[in-house]
């Protein structure tokens, strides 16, 4: 069963940076994509950042140049490294994994940035 778990969420004042991690387990086909999304009190969720296996990446317009995806294909994880961070930016952010046509989604990481 595919399992992805989040971590590096946090409180950090605007401007600072975080990092978030998402392993995949529990894989036997090959993870065509992965992405991040994030979900705002009483906001919809939202696709943040995507990368493919081919390596193509995507971004939300409210974070290009501020947030970098990453992904180790051997180890089956992705990250998200976002820099300039804004309270604008406070929500749960969600990995998500595509497998065959599959969508998984991991618990969630809340990310909290102060004014």
């Known amino acids: 069963q595919v399992q992805l778990a989040e971590s590096g969420g946090g409180l950090v004042q605007s401007g600072g940076s975080l990092r978030l991690s998402c392993e995949a387990s529990g894989v036997i086909f090959r993870i065509s994509a992965m992405a991040w999304y994030r979900q705002a009190p009483g906001k919809q969720r939202e696709m943040v950042a995507g990368?493919?296996?081919?390596?193509?990446?995507k971004y939300d317009d409210s974070v290009k140049g501020r947030f970098t995806i990453s992904r180790d294909n051997y180890r089956n994880i992705v990250y998200l490294q976002m820099n300039s961070l804004r309270p604008e930016d406070t929500a749960v952010y969600y990995c998500?994994?595509?497998?065959?046509?599959?969508?998984?989604w991991g618990q969630g990481t809340q990310v909290t940035v102060s004014a």
């Open positions: 990368i493919i296996s081919g390596g193509n990446k």
């Open positions: 998500n994994a595509t497998i065959r046509r599959n969508e998984y």
